[in-house]
């Protein structure tokens, strides 16, 4: 079993849509999650960190479900510029390895 | 402030040479990744340090492969010799240990292509 899977769409939406990725994990004992974005020919970027609470910024919302084991990210009001490709990350925090998903690819079409 | 930074940014060179790709740590981060993608393969770990040892090599494709990192702000990865099958994108990326939930930060990545 992978230690992340994600949904890898593609997903096409409209501008304006609401979209959401979810994102599973294998290890419960994982401390640290995070979502990056990587737009095409380049190189990933931390997106935002997810909190057990739950945060947002701006148009995006992260939560984090420990009990069903994943992540999501929402984002609301999509814009041209959200078309890439998202990938959930997680770290066990034992030797500080990182677990890349495969990635979602998203195009916001207008 | 200055991030991961990467060299080469580009590489063409021809089957059966060496190739040497080069990274700086982000100041501060003791720990670092070397990853691989592909459009077949996708991102892909092939090795990271923390505070300059070798922890998990296990993604190293091969003896062709190999990685140092002699001190805390200079790692290299070299292919010898080189394939065709190891054209891909080389991403370093680098993190902190020393605070719970830091991310990794990438660098811009060495476009490989070997002939």
């Known amino acids: 079993r992978k230690e992340v899977e994600q949904d890898p769409g593609p997903f096409n939406v409209p501008e304006g849509a609401t979209v959401a990725f979810n994102c599973t994990y294998s290890n419960s004992a994982s401390q640290s999650f995070f979502w990056y974005r990587q737009d095409c020919r380049k190189e990933p970027k931390l997106l935002m960190s997810?909190?057990?609470s739950g945060n947002e910024d701006g148009r995006f919302t992260a939560q984090l479900n420990r009990a069903s084991q994943y992540i999501s990210l929402l984002i609301r009001d999509s814009k041209l510029s959200d078309s890439a490709t998202y990938l959930c990350v997680v770290n066990p925090n034992t030797g500080n390895q990182f677990y890349f998903g495969t990635g979602t690819s998203l195009t916001v079409i207008p | 402030d200055a991030g991961v930074i990467q060299s080469p940014r580009h590489e063409v060179t021809e089957m059966g040479q060496e190739v040497t790709l080069r990274c700086k740590p982000i100041?501060?981060?003791?720990?670092l990744f070397w990853y691989r993608q592909t459009m077949m393969r996708g991102l892909e770990l092939l090795i990271y340090?923390?505070?300059?040892?070798?922890?998990?090599d296990s993604g190293m494709p091969e003896d062709r492969f190999s990685a140092k990192m002699p001190n805390a702000s200079f790692s290299t990865l070299k292919i010898q010799p080189s394939e065709p099958r190891d054209s891909a994108v080389y991403f370093c990326?680098?993190?902190?240990?020393?605070?719970?939930?830091?991310?990794?930060?990438f660098g811009d990545g060495t476009r490989l292509s070997i002939l």
């Open positions: 100041s501060g981060h003791n720990s």
């Open positions: 990326a680098s993190s902190s240990t020393w605070y719970s939930n830091q991310p990794q930060h």
């Open positions: 340090f923390n505070n300059n040892v070798p922890i998990d």
């Open positions: 997810v909190y057990s």
